[in-house]
């Protein structure tokens, strides 16, 4: 009875009265109303601002087909296996089959190279390597991200491809019977290939495979790793049969979102793969245009509409294409943590 009568006490001492507890209603009420009205407030600004990028996204695509239409109407070749690129108003004659197989062949064997030493570099970071070494190491990586593209270029075709030479010359001469390395459309002493192009887009998407893979291996409970280090784990064996299958899923959604950066890099390659030829193969000692590049090179010829237009087009396909690599990525990504 005591304590029944304390707790109808105030904090004067006098005993609460149902007045009291009236009085007190209204503004817990009202600061209730209010925290509700500020979620549903947040909650709409969300929606909205979701719905404001896909608007964009489908503008930005609808406006590439209605620039696209009139040049493709105009088109004499087949616009999807047609290598010619003539685009003359007169004669209009342009296909993307080349542009696509320069486009695929550089960035995945950027991706090849790039993402294994991501995931090596992300597991030393943070499974080796201490804390207080860590973190400036993992800002080092990370600078090689604010390097300008152009500086990549420039470092690309006039030091890294002369070094290349004799590597690209062994490999063509051992290796040649294999369609990657067979004899492409440049000479291999100018060092202007796809091969060069791919290891330059290798270090350039380096730092965003490597961000992404770090802090999603870094999410692995320590719980998982400490029990398995206490069933007898190695180390290496904790590393592959718990962070690497828990990291998964970043490993594959950093190295699409650099598989995109690859596919639509432009003065880099542009300043490597200065030794267009047409009829390209499927080797990686071809040189040719990819689809930025190609767009960026012909800026002059944007004064005329029919021009434009197939400029415009080749986007439109590479817009198409990068949202299939990221819809593959989340697929892949998807069924794997599920699984």
Same mark, same amino acid.
């Given at each position: 009875m005591a304590t029944e009568d304390e707790s109808r006490k105030g904090d004067d001492g006098a005993p609460s009265t149902p007045d009291t507890a009236r009085a007190e209603a209204p503004e817990t009420t009202a600061f209730a109303g209010s925290g509700g009205r500020m979620e549903n407030a947040f909650k709409w600004a969300a929606y909205a601002s979701g719905l404001l990028l896909v608007v964009v996204i489908a503008l930005i695509f609808l406006q590439l087909v209605v620039q696209a239409i009139p040049a493709l109407s105009k088109n004499h070749v087949n616009f999807l296996t047609s290598s010619e690129w003539q685009t003359s108003p007169s004669n209009m004659r342009f296909g993307i089959l080349e542009l696509l197989k320069i486009t695929v062949l550089s960035s995945v064997m950027a991706l090849i190279i790039a993402v294994p030493v991501a995931v090596g570099i992300a #597991?030393?970071? +943070? *499974?080796? +390597? =201490? *804390?207080? $070494? %860590?973190r400036p $190491? %993992?800002? /080092?990586?990370? $600078? $090689?991200? @604010? /390097? =300008? %593209?152009?500086i990549y270029g420039l470092w690309g075709i006039f030091v890294l491809a002369p070094f290349l030479v004799p590597l690209q010359e062994w490999l063509n001469e051992n290796l040649g019977w294999f369609f990657l390395f067979k004899t492409g459309n440049v000479e291999l002493s100018l060092g202007s290939t /796809?091969?060069?192009a791919g290891i330059v887009l290798a270090i350039m998407i380096l730092p965003i495979i490597t961000s992404i893979t770090r802090e999603s291996l870094r999410q692995t409970p320590v719980a998982q790793q400490e029990a398995a280090l206490a069933l007898g784990a190695t180390k290496w064996e904790v590393i592959r049969l718990t962070v690497l299958p828990y990291g998964r899923s970043g490993i594959v959604a950093g190295s699409m979102l650099a598989l995109g950066r690859a596919l639509?890099? #432009?003065?880099a390659v542009l300043i490597i793969l200065f030794a267009a030829t047409k009829n390209s193969?499927? %080797?990686?000692?071809d040189s040719g245009y990819t689809f930025a590049s190609k767009i960026a090179s012909a800026a002059a010829e944007f004064d005329n509409v029919d *021009?434009?237009? @197939?400029?415009?087009a080749a986007g439109l396909v590479l817009f198409v294409l990068t949202f299939v690599v990221n819809a593959i990525a989340r697929w892949i990504g998807g069924g794997r943590v599920n699984g």
């Open positions: #597991t030393f970071l +943070v *499974q080796y +390597v =201490p *804390q207080r $070494l %860590s $190491l %993992s800002a /080092v990586i990370d $600078l $090689l991200a @604010a /390097v =300008p %593209s152009i /796809v091969f060069t639509g890099e #432009t003065i193969i499927w %080797s990686l000692f *021009q434009r237009g @197939a400029y415009i």
